[in-house]
Structure formats: structure tokens, C-alpha cells
């Protein structure tokens, strides 16, 4: 593995995810890791600038470059834009791993968009061709929508035993940030259980987890939770400087925010 390999690797995927600047490559490997580990600290114009460059090479990463832009279009609050790009995603998969990603991604677009039953019935094919491909991602990111969905649904105990699972199976991973989404995902499904205490011990403590880990997106995701029921560790007032900074930063750095 080259050194350039090995530092984009951790910053995608490791435990540095707040590790910028982030060394360039005109390697397809190389280039897909960059836009993950740019988009996790909420790059989005660089993110964006490896993905096309991966479209237009031809890459055989191309399925993969579609569903990571369209994943970062939903960060954004772009489900509609999003579910176009995952379409060619799965349009274009030619393996197992990235027709999972596409479809969890297709999954994720519909609750994003209130389609829950679509939503429901492509999980329940990504689930098959999750249990196929070998990626540890997959399982965690399929738990995340799962959760998801029955919060949509207002099946809060549902949501937290899906999201209790992405916990689980982050644990065994080297990304910090699957850990830390896990995390978030788990205090907003204890939010829509009602279980409010822990869901705020769980989201200050990730709160903090983002900032140190320069992960701006999810600090802006937990910043919000925490506006809306309280933090038992941050005043009113630093919770929404904490959020408000957040898209601030998203924003600098060439995220644009749906207004659908």
C-alpha cells in the first residue's frame, strides 16, 4: 500500500477523519477515498471535484462515485436530486457491494421524500445482496435507513434496535466516523422513542466526538437534535452558535442546502 493509500484510507475510514489537507492522486482508489474523507468534514466542492473526475475517467469505481454523490446530496437535504444519481448507481453496479450501496442509497431517498413503503421494499433488496457482498460498511450503513424508516414510521422501538445494531457493527470497524453516524442515529431514534435522557447524554458526548473529529456535517446533525429537546451538558445558546457554525462552515466549503 502507498503512503498516500494508507493516509487516505484512515482519513476515509480510519480513526483521522479530521486529517486535512489531504494528499492528491489521480488514482481511481485514491480519488474516491479523497471525496469520502472531504465529504465527511463537509468539503463538498472538493468531495465533488474527485467524484466527477472518477465519471469522467470512465472508472470502474463510476457506481460507487453516484451513490457517494448522492449521498451527499441527502446530507444536504437533496432527496429528490439524490435518488437520480443512486438510480444510475445501481444502473451502472456490475458487482454486489456497490448495487447494495445504490439500493440503500434508493431506500433512503424514498423515506427521505415520505415513499415508505418504496423505501421498505427496496431495503428488502439491498438486504440480499448485503448479505453477498464483502464490505463491513454495508451492514452498518443498512441499519442506519432501517432505523430511519421506523422513525419516519413513528415505530421508535423499532428504530432503536436498528440503530442499536449499526452501534454494534461500527464497533468492529476502524472508521471513527461510521461510529460516531452510528452514534447519531441511535440518540435520534431514542429521541422518537421518548427515552430523552439518553438520548442527550448520547448526542452531547457526540457532539463533542464531531468537533474534535472535524466531522462539520454530523456536528450540524447533533447541534440540531439537541436545539430542539435540550442539552444536559451546553447552554441553549452554544447549542445554536454550535449549529449555526456548522452550516456556516458547510456552506463556505461548497455544500448548498435543498430548499425542498
Known amino acids: ?27 481511481p482508489q485514491d480519488r474516491w477515498l479523497r471525496a469520502v474523507a ?30 457517494t454523490r448522492a449521498s451527499f446530496l441527502r446530507q444536504l437535504g437533496g432527496h429528490h436530486d439524490a ?13 454486489d457491494a456497490p448495487a447494495a450501496d445504490a439500493l440503500i442509497g434508493l431506500a433512503a431517498d424514498a423515506l427521505g421524500v415520505g415513499r415508505f413503503a418504496a423505501s421498505d421494499r427496496l431495503l428488502d433488496r439491498a438486504a440480499e445482496v448485503v448479505d453477498a457482498a ?44 461510521h461510529r460516531l453516524k452510528s452514534d447519531v442515529v441511535l440518540a435520534a431514534a431514542l429521541c422518537s422513542h421518548g427515552d430523552l435522557d439518553r438520548c442527550r447524554a448520547i448526542a452531547d458526548a457526540a ?8 466531522l462539520v456535517p454530523l456536528r450540524w446533525a447533533l447541534a440540531s437534535l439537541l436545539a430542539d429537546i435540550g442539552s444536559a451538558a451546553y ?22 442546502w435543498s430548499a425542498r
Open 134 to 177: 464483502d464490505d463491513p460498511r454495508l451492514p452498518v450503513r443498512f441499519a442506519w435507513v432501517s432505523a430511519e424508516l421506523a422513525m419516519m414510521r413513528g415505530d421508535g422501538g423499532t428504530a432503536v434496535a436498528h440503530a442499536e445494531r449499526a452501534v454494534a457493527a461500527a464497533a468492529d470497524q476502524t472508521s471513527a466516523r
Open 207 to 214: 457532539l463533542a466526538r464531531a468537533g474534535d473529529l472535524g
Open 1 to 27: 500500500m502507498t503512503i498516500t493509500r494508507a493516509v487516505l484510507l484512515d482519513a476515509a475510514f480510519g480513526e483521522r477523519p479530521d486529517r486535512w489537507p489531504l494528499p492528491t492522486s489521480a488514482d
Open 38 to 67: 472531504a465529504g465527511g468534514q463537509g468539503h463538498y466542492a472538493v468531495a465533488l471535484t474527485e467524484l466527477a473526475a472518477l465519471r469522467r475517467a470512465g472508472s470502474a469505481l463510476g457506481s460507487l462515485a453516484m451513490s
Open 235 to 256: 447552554t441553549p445558546e452554544q447549542v445554536t452558535d454550535f449549529r449555526d457554525a456548522s452550516a456556516d462552515t458547510v456552506r463556505r466549503r461548497g455544500g448548498v
Open 83 to 95: 435518488a437520480g444519481w443512486d438510480g444510475r448507481a445501481l444502473a451502472a453496479a456490475e458487482a
